[in-house]
Structures are given as C-alpha cells and as structure tokens.
C-alpha cells in the first residue's frame, strides 16, 4: 500500500501541471451566428466577435443585402403596376405584341406594318385623305405611349390613367364621328384593329340561332349602331328595353342580310376580326 504522503505529492503534480497547460491555451474564439445568410448559396455566415473590423464589415453587408432586396421588391410591384395600368385601360398598340418601346420589336418595323394607307385609297379615299388618318393614328399611338411613360414615371394611381386615358379616347370618338362609319371602318382595318365581330357558333335555340344567324357572319350592326367590336355588340344589347324589337345586319359572303329579334343577347360566340371593308 501506497503511503499517504506519496498520494498527496501525485495528486498536486498533476493539478500543477494542468493549471499550466490551461494557462498556455490560446483564448478560444467565439463564432457567433448573425442574422444573415450568403445571397446564392443561401448557407449561415459565421462572424469572428473577437475582430472588430470583420464584425463592422458583416454589418455594411447585412446592410447592403437588405437594400438590395428593397430594390428588388421595388422592381416588381413597379412591373405590377404597369401590367395593371394596361389591363385597366385595355389599350395595346396596333400591330405590338411585346413591350412597345423594345427596339427589337416595336418602333423599329417596315410602315406597312404601323398602318397600310394603300387599304384606305383602295376603299375610295383620296391619297390626302389617307395621309390626314395616317398622321392622326400615329400622334393617337404616341399619345399613349407617352401617357404610359409618364404614369409609371409619377406613379399614377389607376383611376388618374383611366382618366387621362379616357381624354385620348374621347378625342377618337369625336374623330370617328367626323369620318363616319365607312370611313371609320376603312381606318381600322388599316391600322390592323378590330372592325369586326365575327361569329364562332351560334346556339340553336337562342335569339341569334332562331333568325337564321350563322357561324361565320359579321355582324355590322345592332339597332341601326355600327358594330366593330364585341364590346360594342354587348353595350347595345343592354340598351333600352328588353321588348324592343331590334335589327341585325349581318355580312355573309359578300351580302348584307338584316334580321329582326327581340333585345338581348343573341346567344352566340364571338371573336374580333379584321376585315377589308366592302367598296
């Protein structure tokens, strides 16, 4: 058996030696996980406490990370907010299916394709009166460009661009009362908008079905109203009283044919359509 004293001696080399090496040991560093992650790998960022410089540089990039999501979120309710200013006002350019100040799609094309004035000689107009809807097509199309420009630009709430959009449709009107309809509908036709309802299919039964109105018609007007668009169609159908007895005028083939129905709906299906106008 071991002696006490020898004991004593073991037990305080080894708590000596122990407190030596605790005191060589190099401070541990702290590692402290911050509220912030890399932007594409999407992995935790560990910042060294025991570095000021490294903290103070985590800090401008939390920063910097934040502001550019700001950004970000700014881009797309700016995007959201010119897809909802068309949609609200119905407005697409002539001939454009893409953005319309695009170089590779827009400004940039052959003038047959903006508006053809060979359609309006064609439909008995002189050369200066072809010239005169030309140029009056082309200030109603910049118009609106740059009323789109300026309404995203100052951030214009949706009812102002109603508004103001109204006001350039309001000038169209007064000049498709000035050209008449024939007139009217040459100038449609040649800058490619709608001049015409077609007729997709047509419910037996229905108003429209029961007068004899076929797949394949136009319809040109609807209690004496020119007709060019379905829109226009669905607005006079809701006119006056529903016991009016109403015509139809319809192009078949080549032929004008008029119907009488009562005032509603025809029970068809529609679609817009470009036609050259009858000479």
Do not use: C, H
């Amino acid at each position: 058996m071991k002696s006490p004293i020898f004991l004593l001696t073991f037990v305080l080399t080894v708590g000596i030696t122990i407190g030596f090496l605790i005191q060589r040991t190099p401070e541990a560093t702290v590692l402290t996980a911050v509220d912030n992650s890399d932007p594409e790998t999407g992995e935790l960022i560990l910042i060294d406490n025991s570095n000021s410089d490294i903290t103070e540089l985590s800090r401008l990039m939390q920063r910097e990370i934040k502001a550019r999501r700001s950004l970000e979120q700014k881009l797309k309710q700016l995007n959201l907010q010119v897809s909802q200013l068309q949609s609200s006002s119905g407005y697409q350019p002539a001939n454009l299916s893409s953005q319309t100040d695009s170089p590779a799609s827009s400004e940039i094309q052959a003038d047959n394709d903006w508006f053809n004035e060979q359609a309006l000689v064609d439909s008995g107009m002189t050369s200066s009166q072809a010239i005169e809807l030309k140029s009056f097509f082309e200030q109603q199309e910049l118009q609106q460009l740059f009323l789109r420009d300026q309404a995203v630009r100052e951030s214009w709430d949706r009812q102002r661009y109603r508004e103001e959009f109204q006001t350039l449709n309001d000038e169209e009107d007064v000049f498709k009362a000035k050209l008449g309809d024939s007139a009217y509908d040459a100038y449609l036709y040649a800058s490619g908008q709608s001049n015409r309802v077609s007729v997709i299919s047509v419910l037996a039964t229905a108003p429209a079905g029961t007068a004899g109105i076929l797949a394949g018609d136009y319809i040109l007007r609807y209690d004496n109203q020119r007709i060019y668009s379905g829109i226009e169609l669905r607005q006079a159908t809701t006119g006056g009283n529903a016991t009016d007895s109403v015509s139809v005028q319809v192009e078949r083939d080549g032929e004008i044919l008029e119907f009488y129905l009562k005032r509603g709906p025809l029970g068809i299906r529609m679609n817009s359509a470009s036609a050259a106008p009858r000479t």
